[in-house]
């Protein structure tokens, strides 16, 4: 999987992972299902995506991740829905 | 009057004049749409070429961040670097990012770092001259793209100290307004036209070092905003709330905050005064 010794930054993605798991599982069963997809595609294609020494963008996706997460943790949101876009690079 | 200035016109250097820009009464301030047809109309204007470096981030193609060169004619030009922004945005590159709303130094979106002082781009003077400008984010605050800084954290700090009248007692005469002297509201001047743009802040190396625990001279010139305030009844408590060796005391007064504060504020003078009255 990974390193024996992992980064700081590795454990954080990480607990940021584990932190959607378990906001996940306060929603009703078949949001759940939907938000762990879109979580766990995302996760592992920025995974595959970005270089490892990119330090600066996965701060910005940390970031972006927390706030995303703390809108989620709220018990106004119910859900999670996704819309693929092809980035056109112009 | 109109006359009168031609007449002036027509005295001083006739020659580089062209005879179109004679016949129009001229406003040396020009608009975008007046310099162009100017320059249709007299083609023998120069135009004052400027360099500006803009330091540009995009998230969606992740590298590392650049300073990307654009030239601006100044005569076609507004006075503001906030107008060289718009103009290159409008003309060069769409993809610049940067928030903006006023236009008149009141709103504090468009705070940015030009050649190393934080200040508003509306009410910053583009630099005569052919030095070249460099436009960068508030410094030591985490970028989202181009100019556009995270704020939140600041947001947050300004909350905390929860800057909204509290009172024990009610209002003397119920459903009026609680009175104030002159005196008393005088004591504000100078904290409330903070418009939380945020420079002064970004311009503190000790806010630097410890952006999540030190608030910050903004956060510290409103907190004293409301200690001030006659109105407020709170005042022991809000005075305890900060009184913490790093909410507070990380200040050392180094007082780059009031030399970048865009509206003239002293925010390093009202964190003193805070300090004195904590003792």
């Not at chain 2, 006023?102 to 002082?117: F, H, P, T």
Request: a positive charge; hydrophobic letters at 35%.
């Amino acid at each position: 999987m990974g390193a024996s010794k992992l980064s700081g930054m590795q454990k954080q993605v990480l607990s940021l992972y584990r932190g959607f798991l378990r906001a996940a599982r306060s929603k009703p069963i078949e949001d759940r299902k939907r938000i762990e997809m879109i979580v766990s595609t995302e996760f592992r294609h920025n995974s595959k995506e970005v270089d490892r020494k990119n330090f600066q963008y996965i701060e910005y996706l940390l970031r972006l991740g927390t706030k995303q997460l703390d809108q989620l943790k709220s018990p106004d949101i119910i859900s999670l829905s996704s819309v693929k876009v092809v980035a056109s690079k112009t | 009057m109109a006359s009168g200035l031609i007449g002036r016109l027509v005295g001083t250097k006739p020659s580089r004049l062209t005879t179109a820009a004679r016949l129009i009464p001229a406003r040396w301030t020009s608009t975008g749409a007046e310099a162009e047809t100017k320059a249709s109309s007299g083609g023998g204007r120069e135009s004052k070429l400027k360099n500006f470096q803009i330091y540009r981030w995009n998230p969606d193609n992740p590298g590392k961040p650049e300073l990307q060169n654009y030239q601006i004619d100044l005569k076609d030009c507004g006075p503001m670097v906030l107008d060289a922004l718009i103009k290159i945005k409008n003309e060069m590159d769409p993809s610049l990012t940067f928030r903006r709303s006023c236009r008149e130094g009141i709103c504090g979106s468009c705070a940015m770092n030009i050649d190393g002082c934080n200040g508003l781009a509306c009410l910053t003077k583009i630099q005569d001259g052919a030095s070249e400008t460099t436009i960068t984010p508030l410094p030591h605050m985490f970028v989202i793209k181009d100019l556009v800084v995270d704020m939140t954290n600041f947001y947050n700090q300004y909350k905390s100290i929860e800057p909204w009248l509290k009172r024990k007692t009610p209002p003397s005469v119920p459903g009026k307004e609680i009175l104030q002297s002159k005196k008393d509201r005088a004591k504000l001047d100078g904290m409330y036209e903070c418009i939380l743009c945020a420079c002064c802040s970004t311009s503190c190396p000790s806010y630097w070092w410890n952006p999540e625990s030190y608030l910050g001279p903004a956060a510290l010139l409103h907190a004293n905003r409301w200690i001030s305030d006659s109105r407020d009844e709170y005042t022991k408590e809000r005075l305890e709330a900060i009184d913490d060796e790093f909410k507070l005391y990380r200040c050392h007064t180094i007082l780059n905050c009031a030399r970048a504060c865009p509206k003239g504020l002293n925010p390093g003078k009202q964190i003193t005064h805070i300090k004195q009255l904590q003792r």
